[in-house]
């Protein structure tokens, strides 16, 4: 850490552009790089952040899963689309990790993109948030499985029948569903798979 002490037994880890993220056995995130909370070479403990089992890395935030299943999250500016409308700025400018406004208390997995997250609940329903998915998380598949993000509003599912589903970003055919126009409402399955 910042005092020069070493974080150990390490559970998980991310990194976006600028920055990493560890989660400590204990449960605690430390940060280094730049972000929105952190500008060090030295991890530092991420404010507000306990309990947590997963990170995921945003190109200037975080979001952290807890392990009772609440998604906590930190992000530049004052009030922030990815953390559901939230913001993670006291009025002194710190930061901290605060919870992710309109996500289930039982989420089970996580990922994110620079500017959005997705993730999966309890039931295997699919939850997208942030950016152009919009400031309300919202559900877009049921019997999913697994989760991955890209980018640029982009997120990625496993369905339990081992299907593969896309929703959002697609002007290279990164859903691929056999066409390069972007679709932020609705999951379509990528072709010839599963």
Excluded: K
């Excluded at 600028?18 to 430390?30: I, M, P, Q, Y």
Aim: hydrophobic residues 40%.
């Amino acid at each position: 850490t910042g005092d020069g002490t070493l974080v150990s037994a390490l559970i998980d880890v991310d990194a976006a552009n600028r920055h990493t993220l560890v989660v400590a056995e204990s449960g605690e995130v430390f940060a280094f790089g730049e972000n929105a909370l952190v500008d060090s070479s030295s991890p530092t403990p991420v404010p507000g952040a306990a309990n947590v089992v997963q990170v995921a890395a945003m190109a200037q935030g975080a979001f952290m899963l807890t392990d009772s299943g609440e998604v906590l999250g930190f992000n530049n500016g004052v009030a922030s689309c990815a953390l559901g409308g939230a913001t993670s700025q006291d009025t002194s400018g710190n930061h901290t990790a605060v919870p992710v406004g309109g996500l289930p208390s039982a989420m089970v997995e996580i990922a994110a993109g620079n500017s959005h997250g997705c993730g999966i609940d309890e039931n295997g329903s699919a939850w997208v948030w942030g950016s152009r998915f919009g400031c309300v998380p919202r559900t877009v598949l049921d019997g999913v499985v697994s989760v991955a993000a890209g980018n640029t509003d982009l997120c990625l599912f496993v369905g339990d029948d081992a299907t593969a589903w896309g929703i959002g970003f697609n002007l290279h055919g990164q859903l691929g569903n056999g066409t390069t126009v972007a679709n932020y409402n609705t999951a379509t399955q990528v072709a010839g798979i599963g």
